[in-house]
């Protein structure tokens, strides 16, 4: 069974930073495209950050220039590292990765969840 378990939210301060780790476990051939999402309180789900198993990065425009998204294929890991951070920031963080399976079927999986807040 496949499993992404993310680490490193809390409560940090505005200006403050945060980095947000990711990594897959269970049996699979290989990881495409993950990525970071979040979702405030009354607000819909949306892509922060996403990072393809070659290409390039691509952000969301409110979190370009502070946030970084990166990936460790050894570890089947990806990170968030968010730095300026603002109270706007404040959300429930999903890492999201699309997984090729033994059985060669692809699927999409996310995380649990993780709940970063921006406060002072």
């Known amino acids: 069974q496949v499993q992404l378990v993310e680490s490193g939210g809390g409560l940090v301060q505005p200006g403050g930073s945060l980095r947000l780790s990711c990594a897959a476990s269970?049996?699979?051939?290989?990881?495409?495209?993950m990525a970071w999402y979040r979702q405030a309180p009354g607000k819909q789900r949306e892509l922060v950050a996403a990072?393809?198993?070659?290409?390039?990065?691509n952000y969301a425009d409110s979190v370009q220039g502070r946030f970084t998204i990166s990936r460790d294929n050894a570890k089947n890991t990806v990170y968030l590292q968010m730095n300026s951070l603002k109270p706007e920031d404040t959300a429930v963080y999903y890492c999201?990765?699309?997984?090729?399976?033994?059985?060669?079927?692809?699927?999409?999986?996310w995380g649990q969840g993780t709940q970063v807040t921006v406060s002072s």
């Open positions: 990072i393809p198993s070659g290409g390039n990065t």
């Open positions: 999201n990765a699309v997984i090729r399976l033994t059985s060669l079927s692809t699927f999409n999986y």
């Open positions: 269970g049996r699979f051939s290989s990881i495409y495209t």
